[in-house]
């Protein structure tokens, strides 16, 4: 079942992506000039499938991951923290550096968040996940 689900998906994987990359774009129009953040980035001759749009803020700035879930959380949108570093999986467990040792891959999961990005996301939808990522800045007085 998995195998036929995963064809079907295959199938029509231009689509897929061609969805994705829209909803990307119109995330990265309307947050380009914030400054304080960043979003995915896309290398020469590649093409990113954006499967999760991602937002960094600027460490500068003091956002943690507590303060964007629980913004999102008040606004009843669900947006996905960002990924913690791979080295502290369990499976990796007798060669993980401990926090100290991976300063930038626990910053960054710290102040990141996954935009949602469903294929149905309305532009709508989308201007509401906008407005809490200014919230947020706002909240921090940028």
Do not use: C
């Amino acid at each position: 079942i998995q195998a036929a689900i995963g064809f079907g998906q295959v199938e029509r994987i231009d689509d897929l992506v061609k969805r994705k990359r829209e909803v990307f774009e119109y995330y990265k129009i309307k947050l380009l000039n914030v400054d304080s953040l960043k979003m995915n980035i896309e290398k020469a001759n590649t093409i990113n499938g954006y499967w999760m749009p991602t937002v960094v803020f600027d460490k500068t700035i003091g956002i943690t991951r507590e303060l964007i879930k629980d913004m999102f959380l008040q606004e009843n949108i669900d947006a996905r923290v960002f990924f913690y570093p791979l080295s502290y999986l369990p499976i990796f467990k007798t060669k993980t550096k401990s926090k100290d040792e991976n300063k930038n891959s626990w910053n960054i999961a710290n102040r990141a968040i996954n935009l949602p990005s469903f294929h149905e996301i309305t532009e709508l939808q989308q201007d509401s996940v906008i407005n809490v990522i200014l919230k947020i800045l706002n909240k921090k007085g940028i």
